[in-house]
């Protein structure tokens, strides 16, 4: 079983950044989804042999990867508190593509909060 380590949500004021790191061993394609409470999960950004990004968070989120250190992150810029979710990295073994359904993907983090006050 393939398990996916989240880190780096927190509390943060409009304006601000917040980097979430997910550390993933093997090779796979990333997505980092988000989650606001009594709504869907929705993909936000992806990375595979192209890169995906949700129409609200482009020119303000950056997905990159460091295969050195088997890591996936999402640098969160100019944040607002329409961002405010429960964020969770997922891993697809399927490497065509960056699909935007949750059940696309295998594996899941155990998700971390992020806080966006006005």
């Known amino acids: 079983q393939v398990q996916l380590v989240e880190s780096g949500g927190g509390l943060v004021q409009t304006g601000g950044s917040l980097r979430l790191s997910c550390v993933a061993s093997?090779?796979?394609?990333m997505g980092w989804f988000r989650q606001a409470p009594g709504k869907e999960r929705v993909l936000v950004a992806a990375?595979?042999?192209?890169?995906y990004y949700a129409d609200s968070v482009k020119g303000r989120f950056t997905i990159s990867r460091d295969n050195a250190k088997n890591t996936v992150y999402l640098q969160m810029n100019s944040l607002k508190p329409e961002d405010t979710a429960v964020y969770y990295c997922?891993?697809?073994?399927?490497?065509?593509?960056?699909?935007?359904?949750?059940?696309?993907?295998?594996?899941w983090g155990q998700g971390t909060q992020v806080t966006v006050s006005s």
């Open positions: 997922a891993a697809r073994k399927r490497l065509i593509g960056t699909p935007s359904s949750p059940d696309e993907y295998d594996y």
């Open positions: 093997g090779r796979y394609v």
């Open positions: 990375s595979g042999i192209n890169t």
